[in-house]
């Protein structure tokens, strides 16, 4: 009884069988583009993570001077348009700070605050001419962090000016070869 059912439907459909086409997601062009583009996308993450891991390994390399140095170089206040930008920008000033002066007199200045990291560093030996910069750029990260001070993009660069300055400052010197 369904033979003669599917029988009866293909003769019926025989004078259109020649233009009745299959499905574009049954051609072999389609899951030949299909699988082309899944390579692609596969091929795209794995090159992206790979990159990401390469730059990331890079920048673990560096001592804390250089990469603060590097991040200091990208740092635009001319960019900074809201307060929430202001705040991530001296956040990560006074962070490559702490970092740097961290590992450089191998002290612990993650768990101090801002208003502490001076205070800390009077017991190593760093510069007394630097502890009045320090404090300020720390201060000013204070004041926009939490205090909701304005935008000054002048004060902004200059704090960035100092900051590189007092890294370069405090550079480790390079031990003679040979």
Known sequence: ???????????????????????????????????????????????????????????????AWQRALHLFKELYPEKVATLKQAELLYETIADALRIHLQERYSCDLQSCTELEVVAALVHYPFPKKWHKQLQGILDRSVEVRFGGASIDRLQMRRHIDDACALVQATMPEEKPRG
Do not use: H
């Not at 082309?36 to 794995?46: C, D, E, N, S």
């Open 1 to 63: 009884m369904e033979e003669q059912k599917i029988e009866m439907l293909r003769e019926q459909l025989q004078d259109i069988y020649g233009i009745w086409s299959v499905p574009f997601w049954r051609t072999n062009g389609f899951r030949i583009s299909l699988l082309i583009g899944i390579l692609t996308l596969i091929g795209t993450g794995a090159l992206f993570f790979i990159w990401r891991w390469y730059c990331k390994r890079t920048l673990q390399r560096m001592p």
